[in-house]
């Protein structure tokens, strides 16, 4: 069966919450069926309305009518998905007759031209994910017994293997020079296969009714992709739900729930303003590869050799980090996406055993309608609101004061609009002040919440709508930790309507960055490790209650991802005392605790020792060293 890949514009299978303002997709239990949100999937079992799971198979089912085929060549042999067939002859015919599971059709005539010799035909056959195979099998109908292939080569790859240009490699499996047999099977050890390519050898005319293949036990892998499904307006999106449960597979076929089950499925989610999530490109010039942006449609109907890239269109459409589940029951994952968007599509990547495998029962996503049409945010530093190039430069790590403007836009009086400005920061802040209106006016908010990455000014006697659609400027105080940092911000609404998230773009005519981004000045510390402490420095680890530890704490800066750190304390004699062992960290500012005890926990002795603090990110300022006094 061949699936259309275009856009599906779902009747909702939502509930609605006690607040009315936030919505559900649902798909599987109690919701829209697996199968029907699917746009290619390869080695899983859609048959469960809801659950969907790798595919399982005992040793008497024919694999190949188990799966979704496409009659044409796969186009992406390392991407997983649907299965497909295909050949190599110049003929016309539906190739789909050999995989339909119906001894009965098959492709009769097409092979049987007179006076045509039939060596070298090829057929294809790609099952779209790599399945346990023992038992390979091919045969003509029951009423043309005699007219089958007299000679052939079976080769097969496993989906793991290819060449430097992404084509499988094929390994011969088998080679016979004559054929008696009109039903031709081939049984082997139990391996993984995901390719055939059946070679014909004989000139004689013939036909295949069917290809069937058999195994046993559970795809090692498979995935699963949604349609592009648009829903009937532009959305603020909240949380994603996954619900799951890991299965191992008894030696009676039966499936028990088995907690410690060597499997996991990687969840990816990405939402978009359109529905062409990928950008297509015609080459125009074969010497230069000059290429120019092409549509979906226009692309494949070029020649290959005029075909270009074609990549994620990043500008309209945002991945959301990706998300491995290797436990069961029911996990929450926050989106941080743009929006308000109407489009989105999932994909969930399935890792298991031939015995173990972890079956997803639920998925569940929230929304609500957006607070404005949109919002742009625009940063600058409270004393320099107009910077040279529109860039704002702040010195690594060190407290500074910024200004954050938020212009709101209405496109009618639904959007509710909003009562709170949530902005994320890497360090804690400190709020300075709050303002509204054009010309701005301080306004005494109804509180203010901090916390270590950011703060909520909460304004719901001065909520911004439609009717009273004014510009807010908060300001603040933060360090900066990261080369680069993006200062996301979002418009909250305490009502119930879900966050939405502020874009970056011209807020206010008094500023000119027109951006959210902020960056580290060039004279700033080119150290990973800054602004070592320990509060108090002399403290007196002798159980009085009074200064009987020290907060050991340190800044980290420059570091996207974590990276393992050591905390040691050592003797003037170079002699490790004590350790602390944080683990992974990346940019941002963190404190630890040393009671005063050595590896053995033993109180130490009164005197001086230094404190070192290391990373081990390979740069050439990954250690800071200080002192720190013990006293009785």
């Not at 599987?28 to 697996?34: I, T």
């Not at 049984?187 to 046993?216: H, M, Q």
């Not at 449960?245 to 907690?259: A, H």
């Amino acid at each position: 069966m061949m699936l259309s890949l275009g856009t599906v514009a779902v009747v909702m299978a939502y509930s609605v919450l006690a607040t009315a303002q936030v919505d559900t997709y649902d798909v599987g239990e109690g919701g829209l069926s697996w199968d029907s949100q699917s746009a290619v999937s390869g080695g899983v079992d859609l048959r469960d309305p809801n659950a969907v799971r790798p595919i399982g198979f005992a040793g008497t089912d024919n694999i190949i009518s188990a799966l979704r085929w496409q009659a044409t060549p796969t186009q992406d042999f390392i991407a997983e998905g649907d299965a497909h067939i295909w050949a190599n002859a110049a003929v016309e015919g539906d190739y789909s007759v050999l995989v339909d599971g119906d001894a009965a059709t098959a492709t009769d005539e097409l092979f049987k031209t007179l006076g045509v010799d039939q060596t070298g035909r090829i057929f294809f056959l790609d099952f779209g994910a790599a399945f346990p195979v023992n038992r390979l099998v091919f045969y003509p109908s029951e009423d043309n017994n005699e007219e089958f292939p007299r000679a052939y080569e079976m080769s097969v790859g496993n989906g793991r293997d290819y060449t430097a240009s992404n084509q499988p490699r094929y390994e011969v499996l088998t080679r016979v020079d004559l054929q008696l047999d009109p039903s031709s099977e081939i049984t082997l050890p139990v391996r993984l296969i995901r390719f055939l390519r059946l070679r014909i050898l004989s000139p004689n005319p013939f036909e295949i009714a069917d290809f069937e293949a058999y195994g046993e036990g559970f795809v090692p892998r498979g995935s699963y992709t949604s349609h592009l499904i648009k829903l009937p307006n532009p959305v603020n999106f909240g949380e994603l739900k996954i619900t799951a449960r890991k299965l191992r597979r008894q030696p009676d076929g039966s499936l028990v729930e088995e907690p410690e089950a060597d499997a996991s499925v990687t969840l990816r989610f990405r939402n978009g303003t359109d529905d062409t999530p990928l950008v297509y490109n015609e080459i125009t010039d074969r010497e230069t590869g000059s290429e120019i942006t092409t549509d979906e449609a226009s692309y494949f109907k070029l020649a290959e050799d005029f075909r270009g890239s074609v990549f994620d269109d990043a500008e309209n459409w945002t991945w959301q980090n990706p998300v491995t589940v290797d436990i069961g029951g029911m996990q929450a994952i926050e989106l941080d996406l743009p929006g308000p968007r109407s489009y989105f599509e999932f994909q969930m990547l399935f890792e298991g055993t031939s015995t173990d495998l972890i079956e997803v029962q639920r998925l569940s996503l929230t929304y609500s309608q957006p607070l404005t049409e949109r919002a742009l945010g625009e940063v600058a530093l409270a004393n320099l609101p107009q910077p040279e190039r529109g860039i704002v430069e702040v010195p690594a790590g060190i407290d500074t004061a910024f200004t954050y403007d938020v212009r709101p836009e209405f496109a009618n009086n639904r959007q509710t609009g909003f009562d709170a400005l949530k902005i994320n920061t890497q360090t804690e802040p400190t709020f300075l002040k709050l303002e509204m209106g054009n010309p701005r006016v301080e306004i005494v908010p109804d509180s203010v919440k901090i916390e270590n990455d950011g703060l909520t000014v909460y304004f719901p006697s001065n909520r911004v709508t439609a009717d009273n659609a004014q510009t807010v400027r908060v300001s603040f105080r933060t360090s900066i930790m990261l080369y680069t940092t993006i200062l996301t911000c979002e418009l909250l609404d305490t009502s119930g309507s879900l966050p939405q998230p502020v874009q970056p773009g011209d807020a206010t005519v008094d500023v000119n960055t027109n951006s959210i981004n902020v960056f580290f000045s060039p004279a700033s510390s080119p150290d990973v490790i800054t602004n070592l402490r320990a509060r108090p420095s002399i403290f007196t680890p002798n159980n009085d209650g009074i200064n009987d530890d020290t907060v050991i704490g340190f800044d980290v800066l420059r570091l996207v991802r974590s990276v393992d750190f050591s905390i040691g304390i050592y003797d003037l004699s170079g002699r490790l005392i004590a350790s602390l062992s944080p683990g992974g960290l990346a940019s941002g500012r963190f404190e630890y605790v040393w009671d005063g005890r050595d590896g053995g926990g033993q109180v130490v002795p009164p005197g001086l020792y230094l404190l070192r603090v290391s990373a081990d990110s390979r740069a050439d300022n990954d250690t800071f060293t200080s002192v720190l006094s013990v006293s009785y």
